[in-house]
């Protein structure tokens, strides 16, 4: 049963109407038992690890919470044309960090058990990892996001919607399960080891983390999502495309378990080993980029469209509906402000591309009345930009040269960290050259950059942890 209450506020969608008011919906209960159920499973589990080696966890939590973070930051630019609720998005991380992975400690062991009676002890030791994480972990991961629509049925609005819960549900499980596999890491060397920590983020956080458990359950979502909004279709397609994504994520979940390419691994060593995870975390995350641009491409048009039969260029013109597509488009709008204005600019359009957004939103769900509420907000947003000589917050931009060359640069970082001059050098002197002659200058001298910096902070890493190793 949903918390949801009666009818929604005109340009404000309402979960309910306060927290005693939610406090009768069995819904909430219930999952307020199981966390608390699943973190003292959890504390019951890693307790004395935590106790042996307190400044390992501790560094481990951080780690890993700016990693998660980082994710956060991320998965909320996938949602950002309609953003969905901070607690709900809570809710998500703690059944997956929680929920989620203090049952998957005993559902794991369980068919591990059954796995010793019927098969091999080989066959056991090379494929028990990838048949009991994608059956246990996914099932008990997708069982979130069904419990998220039990909280707020009012807020899965677009297949997206599920793509973003079930990615926070993924994040939670993620984050939590690398934190105890850096106490097991530390276990394995004997001792407080902060080095082991700081090895398992490495290859955990940076190398594995963009293909991990947030991409699974983000494909179940879309699932979940579909068979909740599609009531025109039947009962057998509904269920049957939620089971279809859910078998998709346990295959993503299986290939990357999987003792797939063993013997070139076993051939090239460190280096096979490597290419192996990259190949299959880009199929992984390959077909997920696939999938996720058309569920973004469905919740854009059901906002553009409501905007585009205003045909108010006060409200918003062609080539800023264009740019509100994706986070690309919105952040070359934003620079194109940036280059004219500076981070006045800047910040006016992205207030102005908020606003837009929130129009498309109340439109959608109430029509009239969600128009007129928004309008205001709109038009303080409008009058903002104005006032900055923009007239047009488009998203064109020139293709240039430098701008590749920048680009190439930045890969340098890798190898030298002192090619990270030349990246810094190209935007400033680009961004300054655009303002002098008034004209756009190339993203990609900003996004040349930012891969730069992120690059050499990967590169301080690994020096850190090879000291760590050494020492």
Do not use: C
């Amino acid at each position: 049963m949903s918390v949801e209450q009666a009818a929604p506020v005109p340009g404000r969608r309402r979960v309910f109407d306060s927290w005693s008011a939610a406090a009768r919906w069995p819904a909430v209960w219930f999952f307020v038992a199981l966390s608390i159920a699943g973190v003292v499973i959890l504390g019951i589990a890693f307790g004395p690890a935590i106790a042996e080696s307190p400044a390992a966890f501790v560094l481990a939590v951080v780690l890993f919470a700016i990693h998660g973070a980082v994710f956060v930051a991320i998965i909320r630019t996938v949602d950002w044309l309609e953003p969905e609720p901070r607690w709900l998005f809570a809710a998500a991380i703690i059944w997956g960090g929680f929920v989620a992975s203090a049952n998957a400690l005993r559902a794991n062991t369980a068919l591990e058990s059954i796995l010793v009676k019927m098969t091999s002890l080989g066959f056991v030791r090379d494929w028990a990892a990838a048949i009991e994480g994608p059956t246990d972990e996914e099932i008990l991961k997708t069982l979130g996001i069904v419990m998220i629509v039990l909280l707020a049925r009012r807020q899965i609005n677009s297949v997206l919607d599920g793509v973003v819960y079930g990615a926070f549900v993924g994040l939670g499980f993620q984050e939590i399960e690398n934190i105890t596999y850096s106490l097991n890491a530390v276990a394995a060397a004997g001792d407080d080891s902060l080095g082991a920590v700081v090895q398992t983020f490495v290859v955990r956080g940076l190398l594995a983390g963009l293909w991990s458990h947030t991409v699974y359950s983000a494909i179940a979502g879309a699932g979940v999502a579909y068979a909740v909004l599609h009531r025109e279709r039947s009962w057998f397609n509904r269920i049957g495309v939620a089971l279809g994504a859910l078998a998709l994520a346990w295959l993503m979940h299986f290939l990357w378990n999987s003792p797939a390419a063993a013997s070139l691994t076993d051939y090239a060593g460190a280096y096979g080993t490597l290419l192996v995870l990259f190949i299959k975390g880009l199929l992984i995350l390959g077909t997920f980029l696939i999938l996720l641009h058309f569920f973004r491409r469905d919740e854009y048009e059901g906002l553009a469209g409501p905007l585009e039969s205003l045909r108010n260029p006060w409200t918003a013109t062609h080539n800023e509906i264009v740019a509100l597509r994706g986070w690309r488009s919105r952040g070359r709008a934003r620079w194109n402000a940036y280059v004219y204005g500076g981070v006045r600019a800047s910040s006016r359009v992205r207030a102005l591309q908020r606003a837009q957004a929130d129009l498309a939103v109340g439109m959608r769900d109430n029509g009239e009345a969600g128009y007129a509420a928004r309008l205001p907000e709109l038009q303080r947003a409008r009058y903002g930009v104005a006032q900055v000589g923009i007239g047009d917050a488009d998203a064109l931009h020139p293709s240039t040269i430098t701008g590749w060359v920048s680009f190439v640069l930045a890969f340098g970082v890798l190898f030298n960290p002192i090619f990270l001059v030349a990246p810094l050098g190209l935007l400033i002197h680009g961004v300054a050259r655009a303002r002098s002659t008034r004209q756009r200058a190339d993203p990609r001298l900003r996004t040349a950059a930012v891969l730069a910096l992120v690059f050499a902070l990967a590169y301080v890493l690994s020096v850190i942890a090879r000291a760590a190793t050494l020492t």
